[in-house]
């Protein structure tokens, strides 16, 4: 029988969400470079070492957002390959968790924060991007499955793959919001690009064999 968290246990996780909820207002009102570790302890109401407690870095910190954001979006949940089960709906079900995350407003604001970011520390991104990537290995693993059950073309890497897919529906909904400052899509807009870009997917990659 699991026992209940102890009291110093609770605080612990309030304080650590508490920390993440103040940061994310900063980095959206400030940005990455105008956001200070003293200011997020403020909004938080917590010590400065307390922050630091829980992340050694402005880095870590600005990491953790971004993944607890995708974590939110994603259900905590990857789709696993189901052989018996088409295709279509299998990936259907899949982006539709990327297309939560892509609506996000949360999401987008740290999106640009990100980017401002990379134009000024190549390195730091690839940090962040690096750590991300962890997060979006779920359609890979189902692609590279269903590549082993000879239901999709072998002999192609299937983060390339991935790629290629997740970048079509980007293409509708996260770069015009993020760069052009497009309205979120509307859920048929949303369920028509789906569609489409899985169609579009199956049709070169499906194994006709």
Known sequence: MLSEPSLPTLLTHRKREAILQAAISEFRAHGFAGTSMDRVAAVAEVSKRTVYNHFPSKDELFAAILTQLWQRAQGLSAVAYEPQQP?????????EQKMRLLNDSSFLDLSRVAIAEMMQSPQRAQAMVARLAEKEEGLVTWIRAAQLDQRLRAGVDPQYAADQLQGMVKSFAFWPQLALGQPPLEAAQQQRVLADCVDM?????????
């Open 87 to 95: 295709l279509r709906a299998q990936l259907l079900q899949c982006l």
């Open 201 to 209: 997917f199956l049709g070169f990659y499906a194994s006709h064999a």
